[in-house]
C-alpha cells in the first residue's frame, strides 16, 4: 500500500482527492493547518468511502504551515508520494502582490526541497490555468494548451493572484531541472473547479454559482471560461501515481467553455424561481467601470474572448472522458439549495 502526504486536504479538492485516495487502496497522511480540521476531513469523507474500516489507519493527520520549516521532516518520513494542493490565497487581494506571491512561491519550494530529502522521487503539484492563460494565443492556435506560460508583464498575467501561480509553478520546475532531477513531477492545472463539495466548506469557485443564483449582479459582463467538475480533478491527481506518461509533465484540467450567461440561464431553467438574473451587461459600461475597479480592469482583455482550452492531453494520458459541463453547474446549484445557502 503506497503512503500518500496529501497537503491542503481540508480544502475543497483536497477532501475529494483524499475520498479518491482512500476509495483506491492508498494510504493518507493529510496535512492540515491545524489538527482541529482533522474532524472536518473524516466528517467529510467518511459518508462516501466503500470501505470504513481501519479508518485511523489509514487516514492520519500532520499540521504544516506553508510558511514554516518545522515539521516536514516528520511528515514526509515513510511517504512514497507528495501530494502538493495546499496553497495560500487571501479572502481580499493584498495591497502589495508579494504577500501572495511570495507564501506561493516558497510554500511549493519548502514541500519540494523536503521531499528532496526526505528521498521522495514522486511529486504531484496542483497548479491552475492561471500559469496558462496569461498571454496572446500564438498565431494558428485555436486553444490553450500546456506549451503555453502565463506572461506575468500581460495584462492578464500581472495580476497578483495569477501571477502567483505562474511563478510558483515555474520554481517547481526550475527546481526539479537544477536540484532534484531524481524526482519526477507532475502538474495538474485546472480551469475554473464546480461541483458538489463533500461537506459545508467550499471554495471561492462555487460562489461564483452562488453568487449568480442570489441575482447579485443585475447583468452578467461577456466573460467566458473553462470549468471542470471537482471529481475529474481529483480522478487526475490520483491517477497520476500510477501513470508513468504523466511524469515530467504539465497537464491541464479541463472540459468546456461556458459563458456566464450560459451558466445563469442553465441555472435558471433549473431554478425558475430563483433571483438568477441572465442579462448581458453592455461591454462600454464595463469599460467604464474598470477606471474606479482594478479587478474589473484586469478582465478587460478577457472580454467577448470565449478562453477555450485544450483537454486532448488529459485525456490521452489518463484515458479521462471529462464529466460533462452541464452536470457540474446543476450539482452545484443543488447543493447550494439543499444545504440552505440559496432559497430554490
Not at 467518511?46 to 520549516?69: A, C, G, Q, V
Not at 515555474?170 to 507532475?186: G, H, N, Q, R, V
Not at 472580454?303 to 459541463?325: C, E, H, Q, S, Y
Request: aromatic share 6%; net charge neutral.
Amino acid at each position: 500500500m503506497k503512503k500518500v502526504l496529501l497537503t491542503g486536504a481540508s480544502g475543497y479538492i483536497g477532501k475529494h482527492i483524499t475520498l479518491q485516495l482512500l476509495n483506491q487502496g492508498y494510504e493518507v497522511r493529510a496535512s492540515v493547518r491545524n489538527l482541529a480540521k482533522s474532524s472536518e476531513v473524516i466528517d467529510a469523507v467518511t459518508p462516501h468511502l466503500l470501505d470504513k474500516s481501519n479508518l485511523e489507519e489509514r487516514l492520519t493527520f500532520i499540521e504544516l504551515d506553508l510558511e514554516k520549516d518545522a515539521g516536514w521532516d516528520v511528515a514526509l518520513k515513510d511517504i512514497d508520494v507528495l501530494m502538493h494542493t495546499a496553497s495560500p490565497f487571501p479572502i481580499a487581494s493584498p495591497k502589495d502582490e508579494n504577500e501572495l506571491i511570495r507564501p506561493a512561491v516558497d510554500g511549493t519550494l519548502r514541500a519540494l526541497k523536503a521531499a528532496k530529502l526526505a528521498g521522495v522521487k514522486r511529486v504531484i503539484l496542483t497548479s491552475s490555468n492561471a500559469a496558462v492563460y496569461g498571454c496572446e494565443l500564438p498565431e494558428g492556435k485555436a486553444a490553450y494548451d500546456e506549451t503555453m506560460w502565463t506572461d506575468i508583464t500581460h495584462p492578464i498575467g500581472r495580476v497578483a493572484y495569477t501571477k502567483s501561480k505562474t511563478l510558483a509553478e515555474m520554481a517547481a520546475w526550475d527546481f526539479i531541472k537544477s536540484s532534484a532531477p531524481e524526482i519526477a513531477l507532475t502538474t495538474i492545472n485546472p480551469v475554473l473547479v464546480l461541483g458538489a463539495p463533500l461537506d459545508n466548506n467550499f471554495g471561492s469557485s462555487v460562489s461564483v454559482v452562488e453568487r449568480i443564483m442570489k441575482g447579485k449582479d443585475p447583468m452578467l459582463p461577456d466573460l467566458s471560461f473553462p470549468i471542470v467538475d471537482v471529481r475529474d480533478v481529483a480522478k487526475m491527481h490520483v491517477e497520476a501515481i500510477k501513470s508513468e506518461a504523466s511524469k515530467g509533465e504539465r497537464i491541464l484540467a479541463s472540459s468546456e467553455t461556458y459563458s456566464f450567461i450560459e451558466i445563469a440561464k442553465l441555472i435558471k431553467s433549473i431554478y425558475p424561481k430563483s433571483k438568477v438574473k441572465t442579462a448581458k451587461a453592455p461591454t462600454f459600461l464595463i469599460k467604464f467601470l474598470a477606471n474606479f475597479d482594478g479587478e474589473i480592469k484586469s478582465v478587460l482583455p478577457m472580454l467577448g474572448k470565449p478562453m477555450i482550452t485544450a483537454n486532448d492531453k488529459a485525456r490521452r494520458i489518463f484515458g479521462i472522458n471529462f464529466i460533462p459541463v452541464e452536470i457540474s453547474i446543476r450539482e452545484s446549484a443543488d447543493y447550494l439549495v439543499k444545504n440552505g445557502f440559496i432559497k430554490g
